[in-house]
């Protein structure tokens, strides 16, 4: 198991390792249980995603350096063409049916 990525917060762990699991990184979030002991751990403590497999991990590095990146100025909302709905830039799953931008 490598870890990939240091996480602010549970949250912030969760939703990257729900996005590598979606692109087919198998993931662990290590420490996803210690928020509450908050005081009693090391102050430097962070919660982290780790893949479960070895030779993920520059597969995983690139996915989340995509998936941090800032959404450009110029980005421009989209409509889906499944159902029609209009989505923010930052978003690539409508909201409404669950069809992807691409």
């Known amino acids: 198991m490598k870890k990939i990525y240091d996480a602010r917060d549970r949250l912030d762990a969760q939703m990257c390792a729900d996005y590598l699991e979606d692109r087919g990184v198998r993931t662990h979030v290590q420490g996803g249980f210690l928020q509450g002991a908050v005081g009693e751990v090391p102050p430097d403590y962070r919660m982290s995603v780790h893949a479960i497999h070895d030779r993920d991990e520059a597969l995983a590095q690139e ?6 990146a800032p959404v450009p100025e110029d980005a421009r909302a989209w409509r889906c063409p499944r159902c029609g709905e209009t989505i923010d830039a930052q978003f690539d799953i409508c909201w409404n049916c669950g069809a992807t931008s691409g």
């Open 63 to 68: 996915l989340l350096t995509e998936y941090l």
